[in-house]
């Protein structure tokens, strides 16, 4: 079954190449993109786990048509307290975004986008390889597998002297699967999305940004029996960015909401909960850049996550403590050849997980480290 998954993810970034190329320069541009990855990560509870992944990426536009096919090898291993280490290696989800831009014809610019999520992925996991569902804090790739899901999206976009504007909605049907051995025929509910942005040009240099998003999750079933709904989940923003001479530089703070979620009752059916299961997020991103030459950029990257306590007691089950999170990263980006550019990078993190439902006795204090070498040739 697994060389089945990966012989159709293998065929899907193939056929990019099948229907698109090989064509002129003035007609097509396409792009290809690989390397390497690597996270590891350790907890003062001598936990510990890392992943190696290789994405596999096909990307090409035509006019006003774009189309891109993104994958990924990936090995995860992981070595929770008090239990034998788990692995597995595997073929990621296969991932198709396809979009066509009309511009100038319409008093607002329009996007219409479809993505696919095919299941070339690992799901029907053990028990014990449940345990490869680490956090996303953690590693780059948290999901080994999904169903087939369908995303259609439509974006209005606007500009009038030193404003632009841009409304975005989007639904997600997906596709049902089997989610463990005990869990099969799982249907996650389909989720339906709302978001928003505004800019406006300060300075020459200065831009200031307002964004915005709303999800509202559908139910999940299991058998078709209710199962869990997820709670709305709303995010509000706002960044400054600056842009002049080799300096390229943006700063932004979000906040997070997420609204309470309906649980199965052994009585039948769900219920909303008594309190919030999830606390209020905050966000604080820094990203900059420095051309050094023509050929040469460095970058930098700084982020800080804080997570408050849910709204249950501590000792409860559902209780979950605070979070904390620091990031800081370094990466130099350089053209190597005239179609073919290189990137390689290292970020370092340390995240204070206060009492959970799955650590209830004791806080963790989590540090990793990711690096990674990419490369991208466009044609």
Same mark, same amino acid.
């Given at each position: 079954?697994?060389a089945?998954?990966?012989?159709?993810g293998?065929?899907c970034?193939?056929?990019v190449?099948c229907?698109?190329g090989p064509?002129?320069?003035?007609e097509?541009?396409?792009?290809?993109?690989t390397g390497?990855h690597f996270d590891?990560?350790?907890?003062?509870?001598?936990?510990?786990g890392?992943?190696?992944h290789?994405p596999?990426?096909?990307?090409g =536009?035509?006019?006003?048509?774009?189309?891109?096919?993104?994958?990924?090898?990936?090995y995860?291993e992981t070595?929770p307290e008090?239990?034998?280490?788990?692995?597995?290696?595997n073929f990621a989800?296969?991932k198709?975004n396809?979009s066509y831009?009309i +511009?100038?014809?319409?008093?607002?610019?329009i996007?219409?986008?479809?993505?696919?999520?095919?299941?070339t992925?690992e799901?029907?996991?053990?028990?014990d390889?449940l345990?490869?569902?680490?956090?996303?804090?953690?590693v780059?790739i948290?999901?080994?597998?999904?169903?087939?899901?369908?995303?259609p999206t439509?974006?209005?976009?606007r500009?009038?002297? =030193?404003w632009?504007a841009?409304l975005g909605a989007?639904?997600v049907?997906?596709g049902?699967?089997d989610?463990?051995? %005990?869990v099969?025929d799982?249907?996650?509910?389909?989720?339906?999305t709302?978001?928003?942005?505004?800019?406006y040009?300060?300075?020459?240099a200065?831009?200031?940004r307002?964004?915005?998003?709303?999800?509202?999750?559908?139910q999940?079933?299991v058998?078709?029996?209710?199962?869990?709904? %997820?709670?709305?989940?709303m995010?509000?923003g706002?960044g400054?960015?600056y842009?002049?001479?080799?300096?390229?530089?943006?700063?932004?703070l979000?906040?997070?909401?997420r609204?309470?979620?309906?649980?199965d009752?052994?009585?039948?059916?769900?219920?909303?909960?008594?309190?919030?299961?999830?606390?209020?997020?905050?966000?604080a991103?820094?990203?900059c850049?420095?051309?050094?030459?023509?050929r040469?950029?460095?970058?930098?990257?700084a982020?800080?996550?804080? +997570?408050?306590?849910?709204?249950?007691?501590?000792?409860?089950?559902l209780?979950?403590?605070?979070?904390?999170k620091?990031?800081?990263?370094?990466?130099?980006?350089r053209q190597?050849l005239a179609?073919?550019?290189?990137?390689?990078g290292?970020?370092?993190?340390?995240?204070?997980?206060?009492?959970t439902?799955?650590h209830?006795?004791?806080g =963790?204090r989590?540090r990793g480290l990711s690096?990674a070498v990419?490369f991208?040739?466009?044609?």
């Amino acid at each position: 079954m697994k060389a089945i998954k990966i012989v159709i993810g293998i065929l899907c970034l193939v056929s990019v190449w099948c229907i698109t190329g090989p064509a002129s320069a003035t007609e097509f541009e396409y792009t290809l993109h690989t390397g390497f990855h690597f996270d590891l990560w350790r907890s003062d509870a001598d936990e510990s786990g890392f992943q190696f992944h290789t994405p596999i990426e096909v990307a090409g =536009r035509y006019d006003a048509f774009s189309l891109r096919v993104l994958s990924a090898i990936m090995y995860t291993e992981t070595s929770p307290e008090g239990r034998d280490d788990v692995s597995v290696s595997n073929f990621a989800d296969t991932k198709i975004n396809a979009s066509y831009e009309i +511009i100038g014809r319409f008093p607002v610019d329009i996007l219409i986008g479809l993505d696919l999520n095919l299941p070339t992925g690992e799901t029907r996991l053990s028990a014990d390889d449940l345990l490869l569902y680490l956090d996303p804090d953690l590693v780059s790739i948290t999901q080994l597998g999904e169903g087939f899901n369908i995303n259609p999206t439509l974006v209005l976009g606007r500009e009038w002297e =030193r404003w632009a504007a841009g409304l975005g909605a989007g639904y997600v049907w997906r596709g049902s699967y089997d989610y463990s051995e %005990e869990v099969e025929d799982y249907d996650p509910g389909n989720i339906f999305t709302l978001s928003a942005e505004v800019h406006y040009l300060l300075t020459s240099a200065w831009q200031a940004r307002l964004f915005a998003q709303y999800a509202d999750y559908g139910q999940d079933t299991v058998r078709d029996a209710a199962f869990y709904e %997820e709670g709305d989940f709303m995010m509000i923003g706002v960044g400054l960015d600056y842009s002049a001479g080799p300096w390229e530089t943006s700063v932004s703070l979000r906040s997070i909401q997420r609204a309470k979620s309906r649980f199965d009752e052994p009585s039948g059916g769900i219920l909303k909960e008594e309190a919030n299961s999830h606390g209020d997020e905050w966000v604080a991103d820094l990203f900059c850049r420095y051309a050094l030459d023509s050929r040469t950029t460095l970058k930098g990257l700084a982020q800080f996550l804080s +997570i408050d306590a849910n709204d249950y007691p501590r000792g409860e089950d559902l209780y979950v403590g605070e979070r904390r999170k620091f990031a800081l990263g370094v990466a130099v980006a350089r053209q190597l050849l005239a179609n073919l550019s290189g990137e390689i990078g290292v970020k370092g993190f340390i995240v204070d997980d206060d009492e959970t439902w799955y650590h209830p006795t004791s806080g =963790r204090r989590y540090r990793g480290l990711s690096a990674a070498v990419t490369f991208t040739g466009t044609f």
